[in-house]
């Protein structure tokens, strides 16, 4: 437990307290911060992250402290799309989900330490990546897409490395497998899920503030390229589930990830150089 708080100590020290007041703001009463609006995002994106946790934890469980998570695409977009109190709301409801799967305390408090960074750092990072624009949700160009990917690769790293240090400090183990898994995992749902809830969230912030709500090039290659991942990622888990149902479930997730993996990255390669060339013939 120690050496539980002093992880936990140091990882906040190097936050840093500009961070740590970040946090404070949102349910400061003096900043005039703990609006209806805040609490109502708080609360929403807590109730999502959950409903989208614990049910795949219990039903697609690959590993006991681990699990296949549609929901790391809600750290990226919820992060992006309403700041601090999505990230606030998505650690609670990270710690309560760790509660009702059985987890320790210690695990827990650790977890959320996390948890926050998952979501905190891809804000930043957006933040950074679209200073001063308007459509901050719009895929427009290929920099905007490839932005979005790499602020998915820093989450998917993240979480790896997260994980690795969670089963170091509370199990005193070192998986390494685990850590590609948990990378992989994070990243493909965060890619294709995440594109199209950023399209779908640009449409509706559009409709609201009257900007032009047509489809970029980029957003329909995405739309297609998202339709195909899910429709073939359906089909190779069928697959692999009939062709090697004697095995057990970690040798089974082995066998779906290294297909999806070459599945994806074709896909991405084949979407990113064909919004390439549409966008050198649109500058000509």
Known sequence: ???????????????KPQLLYSAWEVFSLE?????????RIFVLSGIAFFALTLPFHQLL??????????????????????????????????????????????????????????AYIPYLLWKYFTKGEKHT???????RVASYAAVCLAMATLSAIGVTIWLYVIAHAFMGKLSI???????????????????????????RKGFDRTLTNNEE??????????????????????????L???????SIYFYLLILINVILVISFNIMLVKEKINKK
């Open 31 to 39: 900043e005039k911060v703990l609006t209806k609006r805040n609490i």
């Open 248 to 254: 057990g479930t970690y040798d089974i997730w082995n």
């Open 221 to 246: 290659i995405i739309i297609g390229a998202a339709l195909a991942e899910i429709v073939l990622t359906a089909v190779v888990v069928v697959f692999s589930y009939t062709n090697n149902i004697t």
């Open 1 to 15: 437990m120690i050496l539980l708080e002093a992880v936990i100590l140091i990882v906040f020290i190097i936050l």
């Open 181 to 207: 898994f948990v990378f992989l995992n994070n990243f493909d749902m965060a890619i294709v899920l995440g594109y199209p809830m950023m399209i779908i969230a640009n449409q509706i912030i559009s409709r």
């Open 137 to 143: 949700h719009r895929m427009d160009s290929i920099t």
């Open 61 to 118: 469980s690959v590993f006991t402290f681990s699990e296949i998570r549609p929901s790391a695409a809600l750290y990226p977009f919820l992060g992006i799309s309403f700041g601090m109190p999505a990230v606030l709301g998505i650690m609670v409801a990270n710690c309560i989900s760790d509660y009702f799967s059985g987890y320790t305390w210690g695990g827990i408090w650790l977890g959320a330490v996390f948890q926050f960074l998952y």
